[in-house]
């Protein structure tokens, strides 16, 4: 059984560019979440979405992020128009069921996002 | 700002010692995970608790969730060069929805032989 998979593992972008992080859940877990960690820092929670569905996006900037997990395929996270503030490792966890609630959550490699 | 508090930041410890880890919460806490990460790596879950005053252990690791449950706690008895690592506490506020975890900063362990 896979576990948790994000790709690209390292991204390089300049600013103003795009930023595309993908992230396929361990298999029958419908429930993912996206946090950003600084270096020398814990991971702030960003969203958590199930099937198509954004359930708490209260941690996400307002500005340049979405996230989604549709039906078919992998979770986004999408950073438009990058600036160098943005330059973190995202990682992405999913559950089985509701984390918090005896579902413990299986965290990816990461994604190394680096803004030139 | 931070609502939950890890101390001490950085822990040095010499193979063979104990140590002990505190997480603190402003409010309180619906429950508490504590996850390891090693450097480079990602977060490896170690244990979650719920109930007010529970304590589980792991071989040598000891976890309390404090009578409040606004506080937990990881101890790790006879500590071994394995053990390096940051560890860090997630816990979901009883103000949030579930789902959303607030993790400490994380105390990095150094082991010295």
């Known amino acids: 059984n896979a576990g948790v998979m994000q790709n690209p593992r390292h991204l390089v972008r300049r600013r103003g560019q795009e930023a595309r992080l993908r992230c396929s859940p361990m298999k029958g877990h419908s429930h993912v979440y996206w946090y950003r960690q600084l270096p020398e820092e814990g991971l702030k929670f960003m969203v958590y979405l199930q099937k198509e569905n954004i359930i708490d996006e209260s941690g996400m900037p307002k500005e340049r992020f979405s996230a989604e997990f549709p039906k078919e395929g992998p979770s986004i996270l999408r950073i438009q128009q990058v600036v160098r503030g943005d330059s973190a490792a995202y990682f992405c966890a999913s559950s089985m069921g509701l984390a918090g609630l005896y579902n413990e959550q299986f965290f990816g490699p990461g994604t190394r996002l680096t803004v030139l | 700002g931070q609502q939950v508090m890890q101390i001490p930041q950085y822990q040095h410890v010499q193979e063979g010692e104990d140590f002990t880890t505190y997480c603190n919460s402003s409010t309180t806490l619906s429950n508490i995970q504590w996850y390891k990460q090693r450097p480079g790596g990602h977060p490896v879950f170690l244990i979650q608790?719920?109930?007010?005053?529970e304590v589980k252990k792991q071989k040598r690791l000891t976890f309390q969730f404090g009578e409040a449950k606004k506080n937990s706690s990881l101890h790790i008895t006879a500590t071994q060069t394995t053990d390096v690592g940051t560890y860090f506490c997630?816990?979901?506020?009883?103000?949030?929805?579930?789902?959303?975890?607030?993790f400490g900063a994380g105390t990095q362990v150094v082991v010295t032989p």
């Open positions: 608790l719920v109930k007010s005053g």
């Open positions: 997630a816990g979901t506020m009883t103000t949030d929805s579930w789902g959303k975890f607030q």
